[in-house]
């Protein structure tokens, strides 16, 4: 592991301490496997990984890292709930359709006009999410 990685893993664990939630040694090693996944990743590729370390516990380890918003969730048409380390706050991503290649991208005028229009809403926006498609340069 990289030292920017080391780094990751002890933002992301103090992160989890601040939450009130424990941090053991499984779940180290949980955080520490996904941020050397840099990509897209599956509870079930992740639980293979680790292979000592209990599926419920991993599964567990996702949801709290969701709920803290450091991983996101990124929506790819088949039947496994894909995740990425997430480097920024509220963002959008592109996904190429050719590799499953996954870019952050920050489109701040759409965000504006959520905002704009959030008054012709019939109840409370809680949250959104947009994953543009596309072939990336590489696969062009």
Same mark, same amino acid.
Do not use: W
């Given at each position: 592991?990289?030292?920017?990685?080391?780094?990751? @893993? +002890?933002?992301? @664990?103090?992160?989890?301490?601040?939450? *009130?939630?424990?941090?053991?040694?499984?779940?180290?090693?949980?955080?520490?496997?996904? @941020?050397? !996944? +840099? *990509?897209?990743?599956? /509870?079930?590729?992740?639980?293979?990984?680790?292979?000592?370390? *209990?599926? /419920?516990?991993?599964?567990?380890?996702? !949801?709290?890292?969701?709920?803290?918003?450091?991983?996101?969730?990124?929506?790819?048409?088949?039947?496994?709930?894909?995740?990425?380390?997430?480097?920024? +706050?509220?963002?959008?991503?592109? @996904?190429? !359709?050719?590799?499953? !290649?996954?870019e952050e991208i920050n489109l701040t005028g759409l965000e504006k006009s959520i905002k704009k229009y959030q008054k012709d809403l019939t109840g409370e926006l809680l949250?959104?999410?947009?994953?543009?498609?596309?072939?990336?340069?590489?696969?062009?």
């Amino acid at each position: 592991m990289v030292q920017n990685q080391i780094e990751i @893993v +002890d933002s992301i @664990v103090e992160l989890i301490v601040s939450s *009130g939630s424990s941090v053991t040694n499984s779940r180290r090693r949980i955080i520490a496997e996904i @941020v050397r !996944k +840099d *990509g897209l990743f599956t /509870a079930e590729e992740i639980a293979k990984d680790l292979p000592n370390i *209990g599926r /419920a516990t991993v599964y567990r380890t996702i !949801k709290l890292l969701y709920e803290l918003e450091k991983i996101c969730r990124i929506n790819i048409i088949d039947e496994h709930s894909y995740y990425a380390l997430s480097s920024s +706050d509220h963002h959008h991503h592109t @996904v190429c !359709k050719s590799c499953n !290649k996954i870019e952050e991208i920050n489109l701040t005028g759409l965000e504006k006009s959520i905002k704009k229009y959030q008054k012709d809403l019939t109840g409370e926006l809680l949250s959104h999410n947009l994953e543009l498609y596309i072939i990336c340069e590489t696969c062009t």
